[in-house]
């Protein structure tokens, strides 16, 4: 850990994502989850003790991620490609509204698809921002 954001994730996202033996490794104490995108560390112990990294999981971490596909959302399978591509065709893109709409139908599962154990939109949104700002300076 690098001393970086973290925030609290369930039980249920992690037995959900750890390959089985990490899952073996698991103490009775709450686990983190670390959003700093510079390091390898996915999830630490609220004691510090115990680190799970990236290569123990059955996904990768879009935050943590730079090379496509970037994972953005878990649930609906949607990478930074698909924003990406959608802002340098069309200028804009639906998939927020898509994944909005998915979302209050009942069709999520973010606790146990999302490494971060929370909703994707705002993961979803700074990639929006991400590619407009690719596009406006001409390099997407």
Known sequence: MNGGHTKSVGRKTL????????????????????ESPDCDAVYVSALGDHVITKDQLTVRVGVKETDDPVPLCYCFSYDRSHIRND?????????????????????????????SGGCCLGNV????????????????
């Open 15 to 34: 037995e959900s994502l750890l390959k089985p033996e990490a899952k073996k490794s698991l103490t009775a104490q709450p686990y983190y989850f670390c």
């Open 125 to 140: 949104y700074r990639a929006i921002k991400q590619a407009e700002v690719l596009k406006s300076k001409k390099e997407l």
């Open 87 to 115: 802002i340098k065709t069309k200028g804009s893109t639906d998939i927020p509204k898509i994944i909005s709409q998915r979302v209050k139908a009942g069709e999520c599962r973010c606790e146990e698809t999302n490494p």
